[in-house]
């Protein structure tokens, strides 16, 4: 790996540190920057980025994930219902969508559509409730919308 690659991968890893905690599509800003940079097998470093947030995520939220373990269990089958329509979108795609995956022209399609969804969102009233409320419904209807979070630019 020559410098410049070394560069690349630098400027992506801090792209998808930036954009993971944002409500904006980490994976959409790597289709279009890894392609704008020229960078091969972005699939492969799109796999590698994620892994290393999945790390962070672990390492910050590592007490609450024990808690959910622990005095929260009765939490785990809504977060398999809600994991269930995003294995059932997600498997086929990736199996038979690497190109659709990769486009930048679905990215950029894909972020007006997130953009539109923000500023509707903003004009909704804000509620919050505990997690350890979540319904079965609201677990599944929020698998949905993270199935079509498989799409970049969503």
């Known amino acids: 790996?020559?410098?410049?690659?070394?560069?690349?991968?630098i400027l992506l890893a801090v792209v998808q540190g930036i954009a993971e905690f944002l409500p904006i599509s980490s994976s959409g800003h790597i289709v279009v920057l890894g392609t704008w940079?020229?960078?091969?097998?972005?699939?492969?470093?799109?796999?590698?980025?994620?892994?290393?947030?999945?790390?962070?995520?672990?390492?910050v939220y590592w007490t609450k994930l024990w808690q959910l373990v622990g005095q929260d269990r009765q939490t785990i089958p809504r977060?398999?219902?809600?994991t269930v329509p995003a294995v059932?979108?997600?498997?086929p795609l990736e199996k038979y969508g690497d190109q659709l995956l990769a486009s930048p022209l679905l990215a950029g399609f894909m972020f007006l559509?997130?953009?539109?969804?923000?500023?509707y969102i903003s004009?909704?009233?804000?509620?919050?409730?505990p997690y350890q409320l979540l319904t079965y419904r609201q677990a599944l209807?929020?698998?949905?919308?993270?199935?079509?979070?498989?799409?970049p630019g969503i």
Do not use: C, P
């Open 1 to 9: 790996m020559d410098l410049y690659q070394v560069g690349q991968m």
């Open 37 to 59: 940079l020229g960078v091969e097998e972005l699939d492969d470093v799109n796999v590698i980025l994620h892994l290393g947030t999945l790390g962070a995520i672990l390492f």
């Open 79 to 82: 977060l398999i219902v809600a």
């Open 88 to 91: 059932v979108i997600g498997l």
């Open 113 to 119: 559509v997130t953009g539109g969804m923000l500023i």
């Open 123 to 129: 004009t909704r009233k804000v509620g919050e409730r």
């Open 141 to 151: 209807l929020i698998g949905i919308s993270q199935a079509f979070a498989v799409l």
